[in-house]
């Protein structure tokens, strides 16, 4: 199957705060998802659907497919499940069943690629990026999915380096027209880092301190904008043009009261992306002989207090 229909099935592995909320605007916009989850989750979905609060798109519920493996032929594969259970997750989608798919990859961090490369097509997988602030809230006992969506716009980034081309405007353009900004870059190293750079500051600051994104901006602005120095320095090394006065400039354009995922994860007590994020941040620089003294000292302090 290939990315030719006017409506593409799309299937979201890991329907979370950043799957749930595109399955749900996919859904919306008259598309066949199927999310893949656990048997409790898949079944809550099936049931009872996903409710979405969000100032940008407005409150709405739609229905989903759920099930707890990929049983069919679909014409993309949106993987949004954290780092710490991507290895656990892959098993819901075995190769043999994608076909062709499209497998799109929307994790933090700059190492995954490689890892779904190896267990997929090569040729068919296209790294996303995404920009976002959203967070499950639900299920509770017997209602929908709640996936709450804080920030003022839903950005998507499709690396076309290695997957058909086509396929990838195909899914931008699907994606566009249930809401989000999405384009497509064959710089797939930039676009990668251009988030790290962003993300790795955010949330390493926001979960050091535990303190908000408008309190990082004020009280920890030093900080912030070495942290954002060090990661377009590292991203430099790597071949990405990153420059970080753009990249700190877009802390503004997030509500002061944004928190990170990674902040999120600390205060529920689940595992942390740490190693994703400021672990490969680190190795790279390491790799590249780039000093990162503020970003080491954050990872540091964030290890020993037992993340």
């Known amino acids: 199957m290939t990315l ?15 799957g749930g909320l595109l399955a749900a605007l996919l859904s919306r916009s008259g598309h066949r998802v199927i999310c893949l ?14 409710e979405i609060r969000s100032r940008h798109f407005g409150d709405f519920t739609t229905d989903v497919e759920a099930d707890t493996e990929l049983r069919e032929p679909v014409d993309a594969c949106l ?10 997750a892959l098993t819901r989608v075995p190769p043999a069943a994608l076909g062709d798919a499209l497998v799109v990859p ?4 700059v190492e995954h690629p490689a890892t779904l490369r190896a267990r997929y097509q090569p040729d068919r997988v296209a790294p996303g990026v995404i920009r976002v602030e959203s967070t499950r809230l639900g299920p509770g006992a017997t209602g929908p999915f709640v996936i709450e969506h804080g920030s003022p716009f839903v950005e998507i980034d499709l690396a076309a380096r290695t997957a058909p081309r086509p396929h990838a405007e195909t899914l931008a353009d699907t994606l566009s027209a ?20 962003f993300l790795a500051p955010f949330a390493l600051l926001t979960t050091r301190y535990g303190a908000s994104l408008g309190e990082v901006r004020t009280r920890h602005h030093e900080e912030l904008a070495s942290l954002v120095a060090e990661a377009a320095a590292v991203s430099l090394a790597c071949g ?16 002061a009261d944004a928190k990170s995922s990674m902040q999120r994860d600390a205060e529920a007590g689940r595992p942390l992306e740490l190693d994703a994020i400021g672990g490969a941040l680190l190795r790279a620089a390491d790799r590249h002989g780039v000093p990162v003294p503020v970003s080491t000292r954050l990872v540091r302090e964030l290890q020993a207090a037992g993340h």
């Open 178 to 197: 249930a809401g989000v900004t999405a384009r497509v870059t064959e710089d797939e190293t930039t676009a990668l880092w251009a988030k790290m750079a």
């Open 4 to 18: 030719t229909t006017s409506k593409p099935t799309v299937a979201v592995l890991g329907p979370g705060g950043v």
């Open 240 to 255: 990405a043009r990153v420059d970080p006065a753009p990249a700190l400039a877009r802390y503004d354009t997030f509500p």
């Open 79 to 88: 993987i949004t499940v954290k780092q710490t259970a991507l290895n656990t």
């Open 106 to 109: 929307l994790l933090n961090g």
């Open 37 to 50: 989850a656990r048997e409790a989750t898949a079944h809550t979905l099936r049931s009872s659907g996903i």
